[in-house]
Nanobody, 115 residues
Framework: QVQVVESGGGLVQAGGSLRLSCAAS????????MGWYRQAPGKQRELVAT???????NYADSVKGRFTISRDNAKNMVSLQMNSLKPEDTAVYYC?????????WGQGTQVTVSS
């Protein structure tokens, strides 16, 4: 099964940008969908964005137009470019890799947006 490791979180002021990366231990061609989810304190984990093996993307309404998910097949990585960050984007961001057989999560990376 694939292992995924997130990187790129940190502290940024409102209006700023961050780029998260997710490195997979296997070829991402073998994964049906990869995505980013987030969980804020006291809230449930929620979808941020996903990208399928064919390249189609899906975004939460709250991040449309601000976040962009992309994949680098050669590096087995998926990235999340986050622009115009808001304090409500503060959360732990998790990478997920999914096939028809399993769904695996990374350990998460903290994103904190100060007002």
């Amino acid at each position: 099964q694939v292992q995924v490791v997130e990187s790129g979180g940190g502290l940024v002021q409102a209006g700023g940008s961050l780029r998260l990366s997710c490195a997979a231990s296997v070829s991402i061609f073998s994964l049906n969908v990869m995505g980013w989810y987030r969980q804020a304190p006291g809230k449930q984990r929620e979808l941020v964005a996903t990208i399928a093996s064919g390249g189609s993307t899906n975004y939460a309404d709250s991040v449309k137009g601000r976040f962009t998910i992309s994949r680098d097949n050669a590096k087995n990585m998926v990235s999340l470019q986050m622009n115009s960050l808001k304090p409500e984007d503060t959360a732990v961001y998790y990478c997920n890799a999914r096939t028809t057989s399993y769904s695996n999560w990374g350990q998460g990376t903290q994103v904190t947006v100060s007002s």
